[in-house]
């Protein structure tokens, strides 16, 4: 979890789990298979009451549904028992939630509770995806994107909050996809490497074969507004094999979490 506050948000695994949600949401599936698919995201902490997630997921999960006016039975009795049964009060005692932060965060869930208790017992009708998200990363394509002190622009700064005209980029990033794929057939993630080292311009193929060192798998996913707002430009392929790629790095063959794949997938 990371994190523990009287909020039902919180903790990261909260706020990660809100985001999920937001994405699967979007899948044309009716309400039995929906929660599946967000079980399937975090499965121990759905299915396991030891895990100090557990109250959390379903918690969140009923929260989001009666928000979204979305009616499942089994997400709201599970809230509900959780709830009466003290199961969440339990969890925040044993990792160490003083008593009086306790009986605060009781009292925003009795406010849940009451919201789950006239919540109309039907689900409206919701706006889901009628084809796959497009992918906007080519496998096996490597893409630049300028940086500043290392980072690149934010892709969540609203615009009235950020003055791309007194943002002087000093350096280029580098990222190669080497693995691309759609999660439930619908929601387009994508695994990739980056460079060890911000470059001082884009560099050639020439030197991305020869000279640039790439670092540690990692998972996400991009829309086409992030795409855009990261200033990310192709800079060549390495095709669709390996040959003429450096060997300073491993790619990661372990399974990829179902949440990895819609980690912050919600559009902007």
């Known amino acids: 979890m990371g994190a ?15 985001t999920t949600i937001s994405a699967v949401c979007r899948l044309p599936l009716d309400e039995g298979p929906l929660v ?29 549904f009666e928000k979204r006016l ?3 039975e089994r997400v709201r009795q599970t809230a509900l028992d959780i709830i009466d049964g003290g199961n969440d009060a339990a969890t925040m005692q044993a990792v160490g939630m003083k008593a009086a932060d ?18 109309p017992e039907a689900s409206n009708e919701r706006k889901t995806l009628k084809t796959p998200d497009p992918y906007v990363f080519d496998l096996y394509g490597v893409y630049a994107y300028p940086t500043r002190g290392g980072a690149p622009i934010n892709a969540y700064m609203p615009a009235k909050r950020f003055d791309r005209a007194a943002w002087h980029p000093d350096g280029f990033g580098l990222m ?3 693995g691309r794929g759609r999660a ?38 991009c829309n086409s507004a992030h795409f855009r707002k990261l200033e990310l430009s192709g800079s060549g392929s390495f095709g669709s094999t390996r040959r003429g790629w450096t060997t300073s790095f491993r790619i990661s063959r372990r399974d990829m979490h179902m949440r990895s794949a819609i980690y912050r997938s919600s559009t902007a």
């Open 4 to 18: 523990w506050g009287i909020g039902l948000y919180s903790g990261d695994f909260a706020r990660d789990l809100k």
């Open 36 to 64: 599946d698919a967000i079980c399937q995201s975090a499965p121990r902490a759905a299915t396991d009451p030891a895990d100090e997630d557990h109250t959390i997921f379903w918690l969140v999960l009923a929260d989001q």
């Open 70 to 72: 979305i009616f499942s």
């Open 102 to 119: 306790i009986r605060k965060r009781a009292d925003k869930l009795a406010e849940l509770r009451a919201r789950l208790l006239a919540q």
């Open 176 to 178: 190669l996809v080497v």
């Open 184 to 221: 439930f057939g619908y929601l387009a993630w994508y695994s990739a490497v980056k460079a060890a080292e911000i470059a001082p311009a884009v560099p050639d193929r020439e030197a991305l074969v020869g000279s640039v060192r790439w670092a540690a798998t990692f998972y996400g996913t």
